[in-house]
């Protein structure tokens, strides 16, 4: 249901973009999100969107990350700028979707990215 893609190695300051894409039965999306896990570490927020766009950050990466999504798409994307050591982590991203009129919100995760700063 939700596909991630575009986790990698990147050098000091530099930057990298994540996408995620919702497929099969949809009817709405309501919020996205990514989240990350760092080895040793528990999972934890890092930026949500709403269907009408409004964003939230983690502390940690405000200011650097920007969250967005194309609705016509089912796609939210995850633009990281100056990353830092400590954004090395599996990035995941999820949605809470309708799959028809008055339906409830069923919650999906894609499969986790690998993102690495080099030191």
């Known amino acids: 249901q939700l596909q991630a893609s575009g986790g990698g190695l990147v050098q000091a300051g530099g930057s990298l973009r994540l996408s995620c894409t919702a497929s099969g039965s949809i009817f ?3 919020v996205m999100g990514w989240y990350r896990q760092a ?3 528990q999972r934890e927020m890092v ?3 709403t269907g009408g766009g409004i964003t939230d950050y983690a502390d940690s990466v405000k200011g650097r990350f920007t969250i967005s999504r194309d609705n016509a798409k089912n796609t939210v994307y995850l633009q990281m700028n100056s990353l830092k050591p400590e954004d090395t982590a599996v990035y995941s991203c999820n949605a809470d979707i309708s799959k028809i009129p008055g339906d409830r919100r069923w919650r999906y995760w894609g499969q986790g990215t690998q993102v690495h700063r080099l030191q």
């Open 28 to 30: 709405s999306i309501h």
């Open 47 to 49: 930026a949500t969107i």
């Open 39 to 41: 080895p040793g570490k």
